[in-house]
C-alpha cells in the first residue's frame, strides 16, 4: 500500500464510548473505518456510523464478539482482503462483572478476562503478520488506571487490564524491528456508559482521588490514542500513557 492511501483502521467496541470517540478522531485524517461491536441491537453502531457519514466516512460496522478467535479471524480477513491491509488496530472493547471477590463467580472471572485480554490476543493475532509483512502499523492497547493500582470488586477487571499491560511491552519488543508501535492508554474515571451505572457513592469515591475534580471525557482519551498513532509518536513503543485528571502519577 502506498504511504498517500488512507490509512486503515479498525476499533473494536467503536461503537459507544471511548471507542467511538476514538472513530471520530480518525475521521479527521479521512481514514478508512471499520469498528466493530456486539450487541445485537446495532442502534449504538449504527449512530457512529451516522457519526462518521457526517465527516464525510463511510465506516463499515461488523457485529462480532471479540473474545471468539475464529470469528475475529474471519473478520479480519474480510477486512485486509477488502481494504489491502490494515495500519491501525485499537483494542479497545471492554465489560466490567464487579463483585467484592469472596463472592466472585467464575463466571464473572472468565468473561471479564475473555472479553477484555483474550479479545486483544485475538485481535492483535488477527493483523500481527499484516503489520510485519507491511513494515509498519499502529496498536493501541485500552487498559485501565485499575490494572495499575487495583480496585475494590474489581480484581478480574484488573487482572485483565493489568494484563493488557504485560502483553503490550512484550509484543512492542518482539515486532519493533518490523516498524510496528504497540502501546497502551489507561483510562481513569471516564464518562461513558461504563461509569454511568455506578452508584453515586462510588462516583464520589471516586471524584475524591482525583486531582482535576472531574471525570475526564472520552473525548480526552481519543486524542492521546490519536496521538499514539501519529508521526508525533514515532518514537514511542511498549509504553502506557495515563490519563486520568491525576489520579494515579
Ligand atoms: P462502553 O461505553 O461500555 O463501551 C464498550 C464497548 O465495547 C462497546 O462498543 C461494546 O459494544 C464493546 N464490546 C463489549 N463487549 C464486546 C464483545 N464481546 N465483542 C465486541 N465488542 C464488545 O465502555 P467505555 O467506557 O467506552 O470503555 C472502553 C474501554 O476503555 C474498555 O476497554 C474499558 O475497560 C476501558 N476503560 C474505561 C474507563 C471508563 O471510565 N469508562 C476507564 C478505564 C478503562 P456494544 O455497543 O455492541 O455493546
Known sequence: MKAEQPRVVVITGGSRGIGRAVALAFAK???VI?????????????ETVSLLARQGIEAESHK???SQKKDVDRIFSQIIERHGGIDVLI?????TRDAFFMRMTEEQWDAVIQVNLKSVFNCTQAVIRNMMKNRRGHIVNIS?????IGNVGQANYAASKAGVMGFTKSVAREVASRGIHVNAVAPGFIETDMTAVLPEK???AFLA???FGRMGT???VAEVVYWLCSEGASYLTGQVIHVNGGMFM
Open 64 to 66: 462480532v464478539d471479540v
Open 29 to 31: 485524517e479521512k481514514a
Open 218 to 220: 472520552p473525548e480526552e
Open 91 to 95: 483494542n479497545n472493547a471492554g465489560i
Open 144 to 148: 485501565s488506571v485499575v490494572g495499575q
Open 34 to 46: 471499520a469498528i466493530l461491536h456486539y450487541d445485537p441491537d446495532e442502534e449504538a453502531a449504527q
Open 209 to 211: 482521588q482525583i486531582p
Open 202 to 204: 462510588v462516583r464520589e
